[in-house]
């Protein structure tokens, strides 16, 4: 082997050798932090419930049929401190312009009216369609029926966010695909 | 040449925002509060000293023509450390300071420090270096966050304890990016007629 051959093989090993050194060490961080991680993803899911039906006093989840031994949660009956039902509050997800956009929101019993929305996560544009989390355009939502839960350009009641119609529509859809799924097992 | 001075060289001379112009995105942008302005640059911090620490160790080992790529690997598997355990015990501060944690990679500031100091210097040396300057960046962008939160919402809340309270009326404008451009600009400023002094006295 000659010298210049010899050297290149020299600084790609020490590349390769440092690389995976790096990979391990993080392997071993991973692995504990990302348990963490799952827990406070749960802990920001049960206070997202709270938020979208606030007079609630537990949750009960409601599981859908197993699909390969395991139960997916469809919806969360809301109960007061005596057991009554007081709505549903739900988690919905729908492809935005940028990613996907998941949303909680509570619904009263007969499913006619939303009580609260709140967005979950989404990856939207900033300054245009992540303006979706802002009280402005979820306020809407506050106690609209929904038979009018369509953007106002669709015949419902509400406004889509200038220049960002995708992100708007998509939070909607989210709600509505929720709903129906929600109606079709009652 | 002895430990304490270089310490002391990286918060004062060699400070990496007034004197070494370095760093100054993360400055600029995560310093909407005190809260947030720590907490930036003890992760930045954290990175620049186990950098210098491993490349500091490694310098007779690191071929000249790679050491930009390995300078490179080293920090981003320390922010990668850093990022994941701070989603995992920090979460609302990882919320906040947001995209600018995984760009602490590319902060001109550490891999300045690797190529300029770490490189050529003993381990203990580069730990004093990185300590000093990383006291420096913390210093300095908590004094950028607190002023900031100050004017911009009247209070200081530092972990959940409120450490002054002023009774004017907050310009939100303070916490929007001109906020920071404008106290950063003021302190510098202030920075600079102080050293321009000391060289009038011939300091």
């Keep these: 082997m000659n010298d210049s051959s010899r050297e290149a093989f020299i600084i790609v090993g020490k590349l390769v050798l440092l690389a995976t050194v790096a990979a391990a060490v993080l392997a071993l961080v991973y692995v504990p932090t990302q348990m963490q991680i799952e827990l406070n993803r749960e802990q920001a899911r049960v206070e997202a419930l709270e938020d979208v039906v606030p007079q609630a006093y537990e949750f009960e989840p409601v599981e859908g049929d197993p699909v390969n031994d395991e139960r997916e949660v469809l919806y969360y009956r809301a109960l007061d401190e005596d057991g009554n039902l007081i709505g549903y509050a739900f988690f919905g997800t729908r492809m935005g312009y940028a990613g996907i956009i998941e949303v909680a929101a509570g619904i009263d019993p007969e499913l006619n009216e939303l009580i609260k929305v709140k967005i979950i996560s989404q990856s939207e544009t900033p300054g245009l369609g992540d303006r979706i989390k802002d009280d402005e355009f979820l306020r809407q939502f506050e106690g609209l029926e929904v038979d009018n839960l369509e953007l106002t350009r669709d015949t419902g009641e509400v406004d889509a966010i200038t220049g960002a119609t995708v992100s708007s529509r998509a939070v909607v859809e989210a709600l509505n695909l929720k709903i129906d799924e929600i109606k079709e097992t009652m | ?203």
């Excluded at chain 2, 930045?44 to 491993?54: E, G, R, T, W, Y």
């Excluded at chain 2, 080293?74 to 450390?81: C, G, L, M, P």
């Excluded at chain 2, 040396?125 to 908590?142: P, Q, R």
């Excluded at chain 2, 939100?172 to 451009?181: C, E, K, R, W």
Aim: with cysteine; aromatic share 8%.
């Design chain 2, 1 to 203: 040449m002895n430990l304490w001075s270089e310490f002391l060289r990286g918060v004062t001379k060699d400070n990496p925002v007034f004197a070494l112009l370095l760093g100054l995105c993360p400055t600029l942008a995560v310093t909407t509060s005190m809260e947030n302005g720590i907490g930036m640059a003890a992760a930045s911090m954290f990175v620049l000293l186990c950098a210098n620490i491993i490349i500091s160790s490694l310098k007779h080992h690191i071929p000249p023509t790679i050491r930009v790529p390995i300078f490179i690997l080293v920090i981003a598997t320390f922010v990668s450390i850093i990022g994941m355990v701070m989603e995992a015990f920090t979460p609302a501060l990882h919320t906040a300071l947001g995209v600018f944690v995984p760009l602490i990679v590319v902060n001109c500031m550490i891999i300045g420090r690797a190529e300029a100091y770490a490189s050529k210097n003993p381990v203990s040396f580069s730990v004093a270096d990185g300590l000093g300057i990383g006291t420096g960046f913390l210093l300095v962008l908590a004094a950028i966050g607190g002023i900031r939160e100050l004017f911009g919402t009247g209070e200081i809340v530092l972990f959940g304890l409120t450490l002054i309270q002023m009774p004017i009326e907050a310009s939100t404008f303070m916490i929007m990016p001109p906020g920071a451009f404008f106290t950063i600009a003021v302190l510098m400023a202030l920075v600079n007629y102080r050293r321009a002094k000391l060289l009038e006295r011939g300091g």
